[in-house]
């Protein structure tokens, strides 16, 4: 039951933000912007595993993760200047974010 939970609220959180986008992008960007998934995460992760000391873990990680995963967006923000189309920004973002993936994993002990 609890997967199908997990699933269900995911996909909640996804779909009502990605439709919210196509009524008001700045409502759905704060939204999305929120630490809704990771406080979502944190409960479900306690729930299952019930280990204090892993979800502490996986908030910190989470802490770090956030203005890491950030660089995703430097290129939509410099869209004007790159003259990309979106699938060079998204490709651009995604390899920042790879760069990112490996400061993460360099600064977590």
Do not use: C
């Amino acid at each position: 039951m609890l997967p199908l939970l997990k699933l269900f609220v995911a996909a909640s959180v996804i779909t009502g933000s990605s439709w919210l986008a196509g009524r008001n992008p700045k409502l759905a960007g704060w939204i999305i912007a929120l630490p809704i998934s990771s406080m979502i995460a944190l409960l479900f992760t306690q729930a299952e595993h019930r280990d204090t000391g892993k979800s502490v873990e996986f908030a910190r990680s989470i802490l770090v993760s956030v203005p890491l995963s950030l660089v995703f967006f430097i290129p939509f923000v410099f869209a004007d200047k790159l003259k990309l189309g979106f699938a060079g920004l998204y490709g651009s973002g995604v390899a920042l974010l790879t760069v990112a993936y490996f400061v993460h994993r360099s600064v977590m002990p």
